[in-house]
């Protein structure tokens, strides 16, 4: 089992429950009669738990590009609800700031070219930020206060998703990304739903608090919702329930995506069974392929994640497969 497993992560649900469901899965399915013999399963990229959709899960080699993920730009659909701004910027946290103001649809559409593009934003207290050694989120719950400072991101599109006065469901029932505004009266805006492609380190409660400052009010992210990490997207993930099912039928290899899949954007590179030697023992090879990563094949078989430059080539991640 070495490959990736594509989760649809529900709510209320942390990244660390969903690596401990597919190691349950993996145990269920007779790939270990123990927890600790299974193969290694780790996370690309933490989703807080009011957050759904894609968790890739890496399961054996594939944990190796796991750091990998946490690189890839991310696709979401978030709703910013207008009105109240909560500790947390999400429907978490207590209200510390409200206004009466509320904007119309033309504003928002004016406002969002402002954050498109490379921005700064400040994360939010309560993240997984350090400061001191301590979790930021740990020290705003202790109600320390806590600064923490700008981070360069770029925010490579940003766009209203699908409009319409039908308003948005609550949280707890159905998440969705197709969701338009909530109009208050025939003038202004409760709600809206966005979707975003973001590079790494792009906190979107923190987009959100600052698009709604932008436009004269305060707000908080009441539904955000994974569509797409890296090369995963939703089309490929499943739920819990699915997980547990192919897991008991044993049946869990048709749901494992290749080691390869979370390596879309890296060519391949093709090695005779001595250049496959060589690279796993940690040698220098010479060639002549652009300079740049590679996924080093010997027939079908992954051998490593290499690097190209100046004509040599070499190990960046080996795979014991």
């Known amino acids: ?27 269920d399915a007779g790939y270990g009669p123990k927890i600790r013999d299974l193969p290694k399963v780790g996370h690309g990229g933490t989703l807080d738990p009011l957050a759904t959709g894609v968790l890739p899960i890496a399961v054996g080699e ?31 946290g ?16 004016a406002v969002l070219p402002h954050f498109t593009g490379p921005i700064e934003q400040v994360p939010p207290a309560y993240s997984a930020l350090k400061v001191d050694g301590e979790r930021a989120y740990d ?11 700008k981070r360069a991101v770029t925010i490579r599109q940003l766009s209203i998703r699908h409009p319409r006065e039908s308003g948005d469901p609550e949280p707890s029932t159905a998440p969705s990304v ?14 809206i739903t966005l ?55 044993r049946t ?11 390596l879309d954007d890296i060519p391949a590179l093709s090695l005779t069974p001595g250049q496959a030697g060589l690279l796993r023992q940690g040698r220098v090879l010479e060639g002549t392929h652009a300079d740049g990563q590679y996924f080093a094949l010997l027939e079908e078989t992954p051998v490593a994640l290499v690097e190209v430059q100046s004509g040599e080539i070499r190990v960046v991640r080996g795979f014991n497969l």
């Open 1 to 27: 089992m070495h490959g990736w497993i594509i989760l649809d992560k529900p709510l209320g649900l942390g990244s660390t429950q969903g690596v401990s469901a597919v190691k349950r899965a993996l145990r």
């Open 62 to 92: 594939a944990t190796k590009l796991a750091g990998r993920m946490l690189d890839s730009d991310k696709i979401y659909g978030f709703t910013i609800r207008f009105g109240v701004q909560t500790d947390t910027l999400d429907l978490e």
């Open 94 to 109: 207590k209200a510390i700031a409200e206004s009466d103001a509320r904007p119309t649809l033309a504003q928002v559409e």
């Open 139 to 149: 020290l705003a719950r202790a109600g320390e206060e806590v600064v923490l400072a």
């Open 178 to 191: 197709t969701l338009g505004p909530r109009f208050r009266g025939h003038d202004g805006l409760d709600a």
């Open 195 to 249: 979707t975003a492609h973001v590079s790494k380190g792009t906190y979107i409660r923190s987009l959100a608090r600052d698009i709604a400052g932008a436009l004269g009010t305060v707000g908080h992210v009441t539904m955000l919702r994974r569509v797409r990490a890296g090369p995963f997207t939703l089309e490929s993930a499943i739920s819990l329930d699915k997980l547990a099912d192919m897991a008991k039928a």
């Open 252 to 262: 869990l290899e048709q749901i494992l995506l290749p080691l390869r899949a979370g």
